[in-house]
């Protein structure tokens, strides 16, 4: 992810907790895991902190993507 790259190396930091959670269990409360609507239907998101968010789609039972990293604008 490119926007991963840009974004400060505290979030990154907490980002990588946050998908080591992901990982035990995605609809972990602490992550807030939500279908998103309307032209991004098809995608999820959760929670790095209350300003950011990772999307990501369930590909199958095992696998996930995760597409973009970033604040609420992403979802534009």
Same mark, same amino acid.
């Given at each position: 992810?490119? !926007?991963? !790259? ?10 990588? @907790? !946050? ?12 992550? @807030?895991? #939500? ?21 990501? !789609? ?13 604040? #609420?604008?992403?979802?534009?």
């Amino acid at each position: 992810m490119k !926007q991963y !790259q840009k974004i400060p190396n505290k979030i990154k930091i907490k980002a990588e @907790k !946050q998908e080591t959670i992901f990982r035990k269990n995605p609809f972990d409360p602490r992550l @807030k895991t #939500h279908q998103l609507a309307g032209k991004l239907k098809e995608f999820w998101s959760f929670s790095v902190d209350y300003q950011y968010r990772i999307i990501f !789609q369930f590909v199958d039972e095992n696998i996930v993507w995760f597409y973009l990293i970033g604040t #609420h604008a992403i979802y534009k």
